[in-house]
């Protein structure tokens, strides 16, 4: 009978693509299974989609004149005039890839999904350790609340993950110097 070495580099190839490539396949098939046609009402989605759509087009300035007057004309204001144009810019792309297809542009979510997780793992490596970061990356990929939310059109996710990535890449650069 043979036994083999030990591979330390082996665990760590493991450690560093296989898990995060896993977790990553793991969110998507968890929002897969909680995808879900339409969307609940409130929140601040359709601001979200006007501003992508005025984006596409070229008329920002004319959605924000017409979401102003709209909020001045209300007795209750229910949001700002504009929201910050980040995830309208993410809608914007993706609803000119998709034909402005409002099932389509829920895939935005996924990718904020697997960001998150990605994000997690990689906060979490040089925090707590390669083995406790894959548990805590796959309490983000299979969180209801989280993979629920990533099956809407809402900032929530996509900021979860540019945060999370953004604190990844501090540390990262931090460690390095």
């Known amino acids: ?26 969110a998507v098939i968890t929002w897969l299974l909680a995808r ?3 969307h609940p009402w409130g929140d601040d989605w359709a601001g979200y989609l006007l501003q992508a759509r005025a984006l596409a087009e ?3 300035a004319a959605e924000v004149a017409t979401n102003a007057a709209a909020m001045r004309g209300s007795d209750v204001q ?5 929201y910050p144009w980040g995830f309208p810019a993410l809608l914007a792309v ?3 890839a998709t034909g402005w297809d409002f099932e389509s542009m829920k895939w935005v979510g996924l990718a904020a999904l697997i960001g998150a997780v990605l994000g997690a793992i990689q906060l979490s490596r040089l925090l707590v350790g390669p083995w406790l970061a894959a ?16 099956t809407y ?4 996710l996509p900021f979860l993950a540019a945060s999370t990535l953004t604190l ?10």
């Open 168 to 177: 990844a890449l501090i540390l990262h650069i931090y460690a390095a110097a």
């Open 58 to 60: 070229g008329s920002a």
């Open 153 to 156: 059109l809402g900032s929530d």
């Open 78 to 82: 229910l949001g700002p005039d504009a």
């Open 135 to 150: 548990g805590v990356a796959i309490v983000v990929a299979l969180r209801p609340a989280v993979v629920v939310d990533a």
């Open 36 to 38: 879900a046609g339409g």
């Open 94 to 96: 993706a609803g000119v």
């Open 1 to 26: 009978m043979r036994v083999e070495a030990h591979d330390p580099d082996r665990d760590q190839r493991l450690n560093r693509w296989v898990v995060p490539a896993g977790l990553a396949l793991l």
